[in-house]
């Protein structure tokens, strides 16, 4: 007899597989590469059938199907990935996957055990893809700060963490000031001198950054270019491994690479994907692009505690500044969960309190300050 709580996660169960199906069958029709596109499809038919498990398992306890309607984060990953392409998004569902698996590594139902297992294999599967795909490495990353990448690899991380750090810094940094009892006209200078000095920082540090990648994937091309052209025959051994490695069998593996390495631009660029890691047509996106992107963002997120200054000033700035920066805190946090799937509210929050946490000091170091120059 099902109790009042298993139906409950029945109910849950269910709803998180109808959001893994809907997500699936989103990127299969957004999949240009018709192979791909069939995993997808796989992927959403075994998410299918693991609804019909616990939509069945209900029905059987006499409860309520709950009716579904996909949320706001599948609803915005779909988006995204239509946006900036699927790899843009890889990361993040191969981290919902392993989410799953756990999940269900502590449910008691037999059923839970072998979705257990899928779901871990998933996870793989797209860690794979995710590790694989050129596109996270080319022009989704460009339009974001690249210099958080490897949180990851995602692309959306990097955006909001970058709008993160020009929040907390120039919050803090103008909480400073404040605490030690300078007037509102030097607060205000003292926060666009952050403001700009941070995001130049930051501009300048993405652009080194992605044009010093791009330098070193025109090298490796080189390398690639030669050694197909030298030595085509030990490129094809190299390239049918890496398939056998993925599950591929042998004779297959290198039937797929003989034909892959035929024609001379499709084996170079199939190298560079496979051995690589990049895209030979983006090469780590644009140096400028990523430059002006990682300035918009730290800018974005360090003009929220400087604007209220523009209006206000003494007490009613510092308390005025606070709060409109306690609202960008908790949706920066409130963003976060797009990728991890935590609860808003508690993400929201914890950012808050770490960021008033870090103003507080700073202001508490800047009043000290302030009274002994004093």
Not at 58 to 68: I, T, W
Not at 135 to 148: I, Y
Not at 242 to 268: C, F, N, P, V, W
Not at 282 to 296: D, K, M, P, R
Request: glycine share 12%; net charge negative.
């Amino acid at each position: 007899m099902a109790t009042a709580q298993d139906i409950s996660r029945y109910r849950e169960n269910l709803l998180s597989e109808l959001e893994a199906r809907t997500l699936y069958e989103c990127l299969a029709s957004l999949e240009e590469t018709p192979a791909l596109a069939e995993v997808y499809r796989r992927l959403a038919e075994t998410e299918a059938g693991h609804a019909a498990t616990w939509e069945a398992k209900l029905r059987r306890a006499g409860a309520e199907v709950p009716a579904f309607r996909p949320g706001w984060r599948t609803r915005i990953l779909c988006m995204l990935a239509a946006r900036f392409g699927i790899s843009f998004v890889l990361p993040t569902i191969a981290g919902i996957e392993r989410g799953a698996g756990s999940h269900y590594d502590v449910q008691p139902d037999p059923e839970a055990a072998g979705m257990s297992a899928q779901e871990h294999t998933h996870a793989r599967i797209f860690g794979h893809l995710a590790r694989t795909s050129g596109g996270l490495e080319g022009s989704a990353v460009a339009r974001f700060e690249g210099r958080h990448r490897g949180a990851g690899g995602n692309a959306l991380r990097a955006g909001v963490l970058g709008a993160n750090d020009g929040l907390v810094s120039v919050f803090c940094l103008v909480m400073g000031v404040a605490g030690a009892g300078v007037g509102s006209r030097e607060i205000l200078l003292t926060g666009f001198a952050g403001l700009l000095a941070g995001a130049l920082s930051m501009a300048l540090g993405e652009w080194l950054s992605v044009q010093s990648s791009r330098e070193l994937y025109e090298h490796q091309l080189g390398i690639e270019s030669r050694e197909l052209e030298e030595n085509p025959e030990e490129e094809l051994e190299e390239l049918a491994l890496i398939y056998q490695a993925k599950g591929i069998a042998a004779e297959d593996a290198r039937s797929m690479a003989g034909h892959l390495l035929s024609d001379r631009q499709t084996a170079l660029e199939t190298l560079a994907r496979e051995e690589l890691g990049i895209d030979p047509r983006e090469l780590g996106g644009s140096a400028w692009v990523a430059a002006f992107t990682s300035f918009f963002l730290f800018a974005m997120g360090a003009f929220i505690p400087v604007v209220p200054y523009f209006f206000f000033a003494g007490t009613a700035g510092i308390v005025a500044s606070t709060l409109l920066s306690t609202f960008g805190l908790f949706i920066i946090g409130a963003a976060i969960t797009i990728m991890t799937g935590r609860s808003v509210l508690l993400s929201g929050m914890r950012q808050v309190a770490f960021g008033l946490a870090a103003a507080a000091i700073t202001f508490g170091l800047g009043h000290l300050i302030g009274v002994g120059l004093g």
